[in-house]
């Protein structure tokens, strides 16, 4: 198929490259985001893939289907930037990963956790600095600490089963709770109470008008004086203001951040050169007890490698008139999860 590739990655054309090379679609790689004023140059394409950022709202879609695009091909799992009534309208099939490598984003996970406990992104610069004094660097101990995991599904349950190698008490809250994290002894509890007893609160919910903004003003005023908030799943299940509130009063001792609600402005590029004009995330910057990193969960060998093979046999499925079902996604599917 003739596919036009938006928001190409350096980092993942290799793969796209080579996991092409025995499935034979045409690639066209577009340097842009796709926006309403870049769909244009999807004319004539049957395939668009796109990234975590590109913008495939209502009149993107529109714009892509009068130019004779079928098919969205997504390199991700999440789909919340996809306006998928609209392409189920459209006749655009819609097509993700919905699994490449939960493992990377349990494990960066819990990366953010021991950093910020043992407070590595202060300690790390110190020593550089031949300043080898402890003062500020005291963690405690994650032993038998209490983990709260909201969204205990694929990522949820890898990121349950490592800490319980730690010696955590677990707790969870999803929609649909796992027997797998009931077997490594989970309880699953009501979100206020998930937010009463958690020494860690770890999201691993999808964005959905139930999860946006699920961490608000009124959660962070159940939790814990100081507990510490994590963050992989999608940006804005965090208010990030009501966040900023609850650093400055202290009722969030640490929060680690994979995502962001406005990274679409700032990810995936190099921005050093740049004044930042988001004053939120600006203010975030200040937090000694905050860790950003620019949503790099996903980021393992192993994980893009297989997010560019699903890509392209998803492609090829849909070119054979085989989809995978699992691999689609559409809105009346959403509504009954
Ligand atoms: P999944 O679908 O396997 O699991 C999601 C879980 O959330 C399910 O158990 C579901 O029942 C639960 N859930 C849905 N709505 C809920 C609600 N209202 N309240 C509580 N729980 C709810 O998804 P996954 O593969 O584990 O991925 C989880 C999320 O991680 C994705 O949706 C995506 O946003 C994010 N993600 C981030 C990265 C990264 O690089 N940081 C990479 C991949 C995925």
Not at 151 to 176: E, N, P, S, V
Not at 201 to 225: G, M, N
């Amino acid at each position: 198929m003739k596919l036009a590739i938006f928001s190409p990655n350096r980092f993942e054309k290799p793969f796209l490259e080579a996991a092409n090379r025995t499935r034979g679609h045409e690639l066209h790689w577009i340097d842009a985001r796709l926006s309403p004023q870049t769909a244009a140059l999807a004319r004539g394409f049957d395939a668009v893939s796109g990234f975590t950022g590109d913008d495939f709202s209502r009149p993107v879609l529109a714009a892509l289907a009068a130019g004779g695009t079928r098919l969205i091909a997504l390199r991700s799992a999440g789909f919340n930037h996809v306006d998928l009534a609209a392409a189920d309208e459209l006749g655009i099939t819609v097509l993700r990963v919905p699994a490449y490598s939960p493992y990377a984003i349990a494990e960066h996970t819990v990366a953010l956790i021991l950093a910020l406990n043992r407070k590595l992104h202060r300690a790390i610069p110190r020593v550089r600095e031949q300043n080898f004094s402890l003062d500020g660097l005291m963690g405690f101990d994650l032993n038998g600490k209490t983990i709260g995991i909201v969204g205990t599904g694929q990522i949820g349950a890898i990121f349950a089963k490592i800490m319980t190698g730690f010696g955590c008490r677990l707790i969870a809250y999803d929609i649909a709770p796992s027997p797998a994290c009931v077997a490594l002894g989970a309880s699953y509890v009501s979100l206020g109470e998930l937010a009463a007893q958690s020494d860690v609160i770890s999201l691993h919910c999808p964005l959905t008008p139930q999860t946006h903004h699920l961490v608000s003003h009124q959660f962070l005023a159940s939790c814990k004086p100081g507990c510490m908030i994590i963050n992989t799943s999608r940006g804005a299940v965090i208010d990030t203001k009501a966040a900023i509130d609850g650093l400055k009063s202290g009722r969030i001792g640490a929060l680690g951040l994979d995502v962001y609600e406005e990274e679409g402005d700032l990810f995936f590029q190099d921005l050093s050169d740049k004044v930042i004009t988001d004053d939120v995330f600006a203010r975030l910057m200040t937090f000694p007890n905050v860790i950003v990193t620019a949503h790099q969960g996903f980021f393992t060998r192993e994980a893009v490698g297989n997010i560019a093979d699903t890509t392209m046999q998803n492609i090829t499925d849909f070119a054979a008139g085989a989809i995978r079902p699992e691999n689609r996604v559409t809105a009346a599917k959403i509504k009954r999860r």
